[in-house]
């Protein structure tokens, strides 16, 4: 059986060597044919709700990497839902996840973003719960009778942690199976050794956009000549797209032009622990990014998008990570800097035209279709699954409209 090690290489060496025959003859990864899209997928207030309702709390969802809960006691707020949740890692090293409402009176229990504790005590009535939910401590618990039977744990939500990642389900009392959802996709996150990942940054990204429409940038770099003409192009091709499809997810490579030197390098020099990483969409709503600032120096970029209650409200939330920990202070510097010019490139072009745009399609009238080219393959495929995950089939384009382009 090979060993971890061999795999890596040879999942790298065979992205490498489609890479080199895409560049070689002129080609590209592409859908069988272009598709249109109805803009009401992008503005319909019935949609966005069922997409809110089902894939934000009734679908596994990236809280965090695992090493942003390093020991027990080590917990983490996740409000990004609208239900409001504690994410902790309990004495006995497993994931838990619970309402962070006290069954008290109903307040808001843990108020810092993160941290450590032993106990969480609301700071309402000071009532205190274990790391596993248990009510712990109560002020006069005695004139309470019987009524803390049944009312003495947090309500809990389903929590899991695999490959480095922590998901949550959002749902009290839902089920969540994380193998199903991963798939065979579970074997190349497993590949990123995320459970080594340590956090360097974190921010928030807001657009006035939907959600959708802000995610679809990350996955096609058809736009780099036009929209990032300074700071995208330079170094990316934008007519080379290495796709691959794991059920809901998918992998995006985008080629580099140092990469067209391959062509005349044995495959020992192609550098490809440096070079190839790429996009890996966990669905339905993170972007995870692979790249490095120097040979030896990757980063990883984690981009979570959750809608607002209006279909145009979205706020991503962006953490990059040293895939192997912080070893030195230049490097952490250099991951901060990768960090504040990735989100420039993001706020100043990508969202910038995701807002403009997305304003658009109200000016339009009803019927109305964007339309996916063949290279687009990821976007076809990203709202195919968020159609079948939510049961509203994507709007039948109006042949009227078609007709008369």
Known sequence: MASFEDRLLETRLRLGRRVVEHIRQGTSDLAERPMRNDVSVYTDPARHAAERQKLFRETPLVACLSRELPGPGSFRTFDETGVPIVVVRGADGGVRAFLNICVHRGARLVREAGGHAKLFTCWFHGWSYGLDGKLAAA???????????????????????????????????????????????????????????????????????????????????????????????????????????????????????????????????????????????????TILFAGAVAPGKGYYTTFRHFPGEAPGETVTHKTIYAPKGVHSAEYRQEVEAAYDATAHVVETEDYVVAAQGWGNLSALPPGSSVVYGRQEMALQNVHRSISEAIGMPLPTVSPRLEAAE
């Open 139 to 285: 002020p006069e618990a005695e004139r309470f009778d019987d009524a803390l039977c049944g009312n003495d744990r947090l309500v809990s939500v389903p929590a899991a942690e695999r490959f480095g990642l922590v998901f949550v389900q959002a749902t009290p009392g839902s089920i969540m199976d994380i193998d199903a959802h991963l798939g065979t996709f579970a074997a190349e996150l497993e590949l990123l050794q995320l459970e080594q990942a340590e956090p360097v940054k974190s921010g928030q990204l807001p657009v006035k956009a939907n959600w959708k429409y802000a995610l679809d940038t990350y996955g096609e770099g058809y736009h780099f000549a036009a929209l990032h003409k300074q700071t995208l192009a330079p170094f990316f091709r934008n007519d080379i797209t290495v796709y691959d499809r794991f059920g809901p997810h998918h992998r995006v490579l985008f080629v580099g032009r140092e990469q067209e030197a391959w062509l005349d390098l044995p495959e020992s020099e192609w550098g490809v622990e440096h070079r190839i990483g790429g996009i890996h969409y966990i669905f339905p709503n």
